[in-house]
């Protein structure tokens, strides 16, 4: 039942309270989701079958969250995409008393390949087992739902949200930062990342010239929070 993912000793925990111990004006900001504490790879709590059980698993990561805002985590971000997390864990952090903890709501996340490196480099990928995610990261031919589930997480208590991959959804990111008018943030994920970085090694593309090119993108016509 992934345990540790809300164990107060964990490593999250433990890091986020050095962290906050040596530098008081530090903000943090932590991942909750369950895959790096699972044996299959998934986001969430599975059945026998193989299938994602989305109430048990809001369960878990409420728990997770919670426990990462006690160690002193400003900011909690779920990025496990389960239907209805945001406002359990906003429920749950406003009972606790932590009324200043903010949740960024990685609410338009795709089912994605550009995931690949970061999933090779944790061990889930083969504990996927070539299974994927595709019954609850969103459909990427689907822009509509991507808003949809913005508006829903905002409404739930997200303080912002987050367009994952970045580079390839440019157009959600635009239309989340125009629509809502809240912080949106994006990822460049790690096969975004490797794509630049092997061309670089190439001698495909220029490094200084080429790095820089995402974030200009992201930024422009302030789409961007940052």
Same mark, same amino acid.
């Given at each position: 039942m992934?345990? /540790?993912a809300y164990n107060p000793n964990g490593l999250?925990?433990?890091a986020v309270r050095a962290l906050k111990a040596a530098y008081p004006e530090?903000?943090?900001?932590t991942d909750v989701a369950l895959d790096p504490y699972t044996i299959h790879g998934q986001d969430g709590i599975i059945d026998e079958e193989g299938y994602v059980l989305n109430d048990i698993t809001t369960d878990v990561l409420v728990k997770q969250a919670l426990s990462?805002? /006690?160690a002193g985590a400003d900011i909690v971000a779920p990025s496990d995409m389960m239907d209805g997390r945001?406002?359990?864990?906003?429920q749950a952090l406003e009972e606790k008393g932590f009324i200043n903890t903010q949740i960024m709501a990685y609410s338009a996340k795709y089912a994605s390949n550009y995931y690949g490196p970061f999933r090779d480099a944790v061990g889930s990928s083969s504990n996927l087992k070539g299974g994927d995610k595709k019954t609850y990261q969103l459909d990427p031919a689907n822009g509509d739902e991507g808003l949809q589930e913005v508006a829903l997480d905002l409404q739930e208590g997200a303080d912002m949200v987050m367009v994952k991959p970045g580079m390839p959804y440019l157009d959600m990111v635009y239309r989340v930062k125009t629509?809502?008018?809240?912080?949106t943030f994006a990822y460049q994920v790690s096969g975004e990342y490797a794509m630049h970085m092997a061309a670089i090694q190439n001698g495909w593309l220029?490094?200084?010239n080429v790095l820089w090119n995402p974030f200009f993108a992201l930024s422009v016509r302030e789409r961007m929070a940052f």
């Open positions: 992934a345990e /540790e999250v925990q433990r530090l903000g943090v900001l990462h805002a /006690e945001i406002g359990r864990i906003r629509h809502f008018g809240v912080p220029k490094e200084k």
